[in-house]
């Protein structure tokens, strides 16, 4: 059974800091890229950044300089630092693996940056 969990969420002030982990389990991970999309309310999913297998990143322009992806095989976990929080980066945030035609998602964990 393929699970993606996503924790670290949470409530953070402008110009803070959080970082998300994804812990995955019932796939190759290392075979696996791995993005962090987000969801604000009535707005599209979004890509935030993802990292590929021989870990390469891409990033939303967003936030380029702000935020890194980052991965760990060894522990089937990819993260997603996130400094110099606005308040325009509330959102649910979604862990995703993709592999060829196969493509999983987490549950979401919710980042709010207010004061």
């Known amino acids: 059974q393929v699970q993606l969990v996503e924790s670290g969420g949470g409530l953070a002030q402008p110009g803070g800091s959080l970082r998300l982990s994804c812990a995955a389990s019932g796939i190759p991970f290392r075979l696996y890229a791995m993005g962090w999309y987000r969801q604000a309310p009535g707005k599209r999913r979004e890509l935030v950044a993802e990292?590929?297998?021989?870990?390469?990143?891409n990033y939303a322009d967003s936030v380029k300089g702000r935020f890194t992806i980052s991965r760990d095989n060894a522990k089937n976990t990819v993260y997603l630092q996130m400094n110099s929080l606005k308040p325009e980066d509330t959102a649910v945030y979604y862990c995703?693996?993709?592999?060829?035609?196969?493509?999983?998602w987490g549950q979401g964990t919710q980042v709010t940056v207010s004061s």
């Open positions: 990292i590929a297998s021989d870990g390469s990143t």
């Open positions: 995703n693996g993709k592999f060829s035609f196969l493509d999983h």
